[in-house]
């Protein structure tokens, strides 16, 4: 059945009780009281390393800070969503299932991102570039606005250069904090939530902290010689900056720590450096960046040498996809959210990420799950014009929706992902056979423009030609199958007729043409051979189910061939009257 547009005015209009009965309101209420006490305006960070495909985990570190400040937005509040690109990270390893990326990269290894070229074949100037365009692409199209900071520009810029100094002059006081940490225990194999975030990573919550050397350094010169960061400190004077450095490759230099443009501040230094500098009030992060030792818990302690505290920090779980346990930025294959937006609608990917609270962990769907998942997103819509939903749920569905600037494009027509998906597939896609088939879901209100179905049916397509099992792909007969027509018994015999010719209160199929038509049709055969009426409610009759399902297997193999298929109305409709009858005849 099609179904009307989400219900807006009915949302919009939810009471203030309700638009705080989400994690995302709570999460709000507490940032607009922090940004209070610590007399500043409410600032929400994201940060990621564009060393290799931005995926679906990392996509949380981007969404649900967005999600926090749109609430505060669409409050009236002047919050500012910033998003760092740590591009001035170092290339750490060359990764996996990069095409035409392959070991001869690794002389690339210890370079900033922005100066490792872009894998072959892109028209981007670097590695960063070439990643960082990709996600900006699909965060736009998601509704996602923000304030980009390269930290390369930051760096090369001199922005961080008083800062720097800072971080030198204490570089004891720093190394004693760092101290505690670094005997605490490494993160054990069956911590498996934390080894999943590691391997999903970029590797910054693994990076050296700067110790090692004669004198303990928060500062890493990347080699004005070989543009790596291969180099150790020798000396350095807090009066005058003097600072000489060596690199692996035979150069050695020294240069004013205060002139000096070619170098950052080691991670965990970095990252609290980053929070006074910018003001960071909400920052979420990873359980990789959470874990005993690691960069946030340190921060905690590293941020007031700076003359800020660490800002509210929550910690997100895992984000997995089609079941699979591991994704990583650094191996290939990992879904990208263009990835998902190829098979989704913009705002049920959003819905995905704002339904679950941050410290739950869940799936992206690409095979067959996605059917579902939109099977509840349209069951939502249909509550929510109802008038049935929760106030937790009314308040996800806004947030998918629309920001506090826009309503992103939805499917003015909704028809069930799984019937699109049936009718796209068994048509190869022929939009005048399947304008022909869903033109007779609904007799009473026919569709009749595709556009009424867009872009969903645009996504289904997609997904048809990319994602659909190959087990599930329908292939309709050419012709009967004489042999198991002729096997028929008389019961099997006799259902195909009511089907086709009706009797019993059932009419001729013909006359049943139309989605519900059909159901009643396909599931009335069985109540009819029972002596019951068509449109009889029967429940836990197992006897019956039973002898649906048997009617229901032997139209797949007289129609398709094999035994499951898609729903049977909406296969029915796509064979269309006279071959329906020339298959079961």
């Not at 000396?235 to 150069?251: N, P």
């Not at 009749?448 to 997904?463: F, H, I, K, M, S």
């Not at 836990?540 to 297997?553: H, P, V, W």
């Amino acid at each position: 059945m099609t179904e009307t547009p989400t219900a807006h005015a009915e949302i919009a209009g939810a009471s203030a009780e309700h638009e705080r009965a989400d994690w995302v309101s709570r999460l709000a209420d507490e940032v607009v009281a922090e940004a209070a006490a610590r007399g500043t305006k409410p600032v929400a960070a994201s940060g990621i390393s564009p060393s290799g495909p931005i995926h679906l985990g990392n996509f949380r570190e981007v969404m649900s800070p967005h999600l926090v400040v749109d609430e505060l937005q669409r409050r009236g509040i002047d919050a500012e969503h910033i998003f760092s690109w740590d591009d001035y990270d170092r290339f750490r390893k060359v990764p996996a299932g990069i095409e035409g990326v392959d070991e001869s990269w690794a002389e690339h290894i210890g370079k900033p991102l922005t100066s490792v070229p872009a894998p072959p074949g892109s028209e981007h100037e670097s590695w960063a570039a070439h990643f960082r365009s990709a996600a900006e692409a699909s965060f736009a199209e998601a509704g996602i606005r923000y304030r980009g900071i390269s930290q390369t520009e930051q760096y090369r810029a001199g922005a961080y250069t008083e800062q720097i100094l800072h971080a030198m002059r204490h570089r004891r006081e720093i190394d004693a904090i760092l101290a505690q940490f670094r005997t605490l225990p490494a993160a054990r194999d069956e911590d498996e939530e934390l080894q999943r975030a590691l391997d999903a990573s970029s590797g910054a919550a693994r990076e050296s902290d700067g110790s090692g050397g004669a004198e303990y350094y928060p500062y890493k010169p990347y080699c004005t010689s070989c543009d790596k960061d291969l180099t150790t400190i020798e000396a350095y004077d807090d009066d005058s900056s003097e600072m000489t450095y060596a690199c692996q490759c035979g150069h050695r230099e020294t240069v004013l720590l205060r002139e000096f443009r070619s170098g950052k501040l080691v991670w965990k230094v970095d990252w609290p450096m980053r929070w006074a500098f910018e003001r960071v009030v909400f920052e979420p992060s990873g359980v990789d960046h959470q874990s005993p030792g690691s960069s946030f818990q340190v921060g905690l302690e590293l941020a007031p040498v700076f003359g800020w505290q660490r800002p509210l920090g929550p910690m997100y779980a895992f984000v997995g996809f089609g079941g699979v346990a591991k994704m990583s930025s650094s191996r290939g294959g990992a879904p990208v959210p263009a990835d998902a937006l190829a098979v989704m609608e913009a705002p049920v990917l959003r819905w995905l990420y704002a339904r679950r609270r941050m410290n739950q962990s869940f799936d992206v769907a690409f095979g067959s799950e996605l059917q579902r998942t939109y099977d509840e997103w349209d069951a939502l819509a249909r509550k929510a014009a109802a008038g049935t939903a929760q106030p937790a749920e009314l308040a996800a569905l806004e947030r998918a929706t629309s920001t506090a600037h826009e309503r992103l494009p939805e499917t003015p027509r909704r028809v069930a992902y799984r019937t699109l998906a049936s009718v796209v597939d068994i048509t190869f896609g022929d939009e005048a056979q399947v304008l022909r088939i869903l033109r007779g879901l609904d007799a009473d209100d026919p569709i009749t423009d595709l556009d009424e179905l867009r872009p969903r049916l645009d996504r289904v397509e997609a997904w048809v030609a990319t994602h659909m099992p190959a087990d599930e792909h329908t292939i309709v007969r050419a012709e009967p199958d004489r042999e198991a027509l002729d096997a028929l018994t008389e019961g099997e015999r006799d259902a195909l007729r009511l089907l086709l010719d009706g009797g019993g209160g059932l009419p001729p199929i013909e006359e049943a043409w139309t989605l519900d038509g059909l159901t009643n049709q396909a599931y009335g055969v069985a109540k009819v051979q029972r002596g019951l009426e068509p449109d009889a409610i029967v429940k836990g009759d197992k006897e019956l189910s039973g002898a649906q399902r048997a009617f229901f297997a032997l139209l797949y193999r007289l129609l398709v061939g094999r035994e499951t298929g898609p729903r049977i109305p909406t296969l029915l409709l796509a064979i269309g009257r006279e071959r329906v009858r020339e298959l079961l005849t």
